[in-house]
């Protein structure tokens, strides 16, 4: 089992409020994502980040943004949630190797703007 | 454009037959090769990887994938189904020092008891 941790597992939130989705890893990997994914849908890459201080857009754009302060914690933050932003979002983490290593998932947050 | 193919968007098996989900890739270079799954209404888990050598490769819950260059084809197999292997799976490929993955967009598999 992956020790990689979210929070909330399910918010609900009004538009127009500012969340933060929590992400931590107890692994030390320097690599981790966010993927935002629709009900049994594909995923999709909205931010990574290499390292600390090391954060970068993924290929679906997204409005929310993250930071990377702390090797075990990647936070990404929706300064005014809308409807649209209704899904879940998944944390990973992968460790040092040159894209051979897999990706360990968290829990996901499922989040529902109303 | 790189690209992982998933070609059936539903599978279904009955119990205790062999399964095949199909994965074909476009990838420049030499591919790291990954399969994962995904239960109900939980996050994603590391199933098996291809990185080099030996073209069949032995993954979690007697899951196995070839690895076929000329075909580039990664089909993920098990010789016997149970209806818990009824899940999202999903391919997914490195190109080298690529450090994101490239996503196929998923295969349910249903197995029927």
């Known amino acids: ?13 009004g538009t127009g409020k500012k969340i933060t989705l929590e992400c931590s890893q107890t692994m030390g990997h320097d690599k981790m994502y966010w993927y935002q994914q629709d009900p049994g849908m594909e995923l999709h890459l909205i931010h990574y980040s290499y390292g600390v201080n090391s954060t970068e857009k993924g290929d ?3 409005e929310s943004t993250v930071s990377r302060i702390r090797t075990e914690h990647f936070p990404l933050t929706l300064e005014s949630a809308r409807p649209s932003h209704t899904s879940q979002y998944l944390c990973a983490s992968s460790g040092h190797g040159q894209g051979a290593d897999e990706q360990y998932f968290g829990p996901g947050t499922r989040l529902t703007v109303t | 454009a790189q690209s992982v193919a998933q070609p059936e968007d539903q599978v ?8 095949t989900v199909k994965c074909t890739y476009s990838v ?3 591919p790291y090769l990954f399969w994962y799954v995904q239960y109900p209404n939980r996050g994603l888990q590391f199933l098996l990887k291809y990185i080099t ?7 979690s819950y007697g899951f196995e994938a ?3 260059k ?3 084809s990664f089909h993920l197999k098990k010789p016997s189904a149970l209806v818990s292997d009824s899940a999202l799976y999903f391919c997914a490929a490195n190109a080298g020092n690529n450090r994101k993955l490239i996503w196929g967009l998923g ?4 197995v029927n008891p």
């Open chain 1, 1 to 13: 089992e992956a020790d990689i941790y979210q929070t909330p597992r399910y918010l609900v939130i």
């Open chain 1, 60 to 62: 679906l754009s997204s």
């Open chain 2, 12 to 19: 279904n098996v009955a119990e205790g037959n062999p399964l």
């Open chain 2, 28 to 30: 420049s270079g030499n």
């Open chain 2, 53 to 59: 050598g030996d073209n069949l490769v032995k993954g």
């Open chain 2, 66 to 68: 070839e690895f076929n």
């Open chain 2, 70 to 72: 000329s075909q580039t």
């Open chain 2, 107 to 110: 295969t349910s598999l249903a």
